[in-house]
């Protein structure tokens, strides 16, 4: 799911970049959790990209923000909203304004993305589906498909950038539960000769009843 956010991202700053495509996009920071949280700050010209995708956190949570220095827009993959909040927002009335704008556009947005999920009968992120079909007509006509060569190979270098942060998270919680598990063994006692095999001891119900087995 990640590409889908970053495209979108890298897009929405190029636009908000205003020097033209050439503008690299900097990864500043890159934090990604194990158990698949991940949040990237990225960055092209003076404008700002801020990425956040939850798979453990509650609720789940997918959106891309562009911060320039004359407004900043939010678009969540989950309910559908868009929240875009134009001009430099610098003066009290603007300040002042601000929450209620994002709070309107916020619940108004998720009514109308979840709405059109229901009546369209799509589960998938808001505009994938036309992205999909548009890229095949695009095959089928030979014309040049809605993302270019260039955009798909920056995508990938992101995400290359992200996953590689992503493996290191993962090997230090490798690491660490190896130690635990290494110490949680040496404070076993004998189990008395009786064994007991368990089947996908790796996920929910089956972590579980070794855990209930080994205590018993």
Request: hydrophobic share 40%; glycine share 14%; net charge positive.
């Amino acid at each position: 799911i990640l590409p889908h956010a970053v495209y979108t991202l890298l897009d929405c700053l190029r636009a908000g970049a205003g020097d033209g495509t050439g503008t690299p996009v900097e990864v500043l920071v890159g934090n990604v959790t194990a158990d698949g949280d991940l949040y990237a700050v990225l960055r092209s010209g003076r404008a700002t990209g801020i990425l956040e995708v939850t798979l453990r956190g509650r609720p789940v949570e997918q959106w891309i923000r562009v911060v320039g220095t004359n407004g900043s827009a939010r678009a969540d993959f989950v309910t559908g909203a868009n929240v875009i909040l134009p001009g430099p927002g610098a003066s009290a009335p603007a300040v002042l304004l601000s929450p209620f704008r994002t709070g309107w556009q916020t619940t108004w947005g998720s009514i109308g993305g979840f709405y059109g999920r229901l009546r369209n009968r799509k589960i998938s992120y808001p505009g994938l589906v036309d992205l999909c079909r548009r890229f095949h007509g695009s095959i089928a006509r030979g014309t040049e498909p809605p993302l270019t060569p260039a955009s798909i190979r920056e995508t990938v270098h992101v995400c290359v950038q992200l996953n590689e942060a992503a493996r290191e998270a993962e090997r230090t919680a490798e690491e660490a539960a190896t130690v635990r598990l290494e110490q949680a063994e040496r404070r076993q006692q004998p189990a008395g000769g009786r064994t007991a095999v368990v089947t996908g001891g790796t996920g929910l119900l089956g972590g579980t009843l070794a855990e209930r087995l080994r205590r018993d």
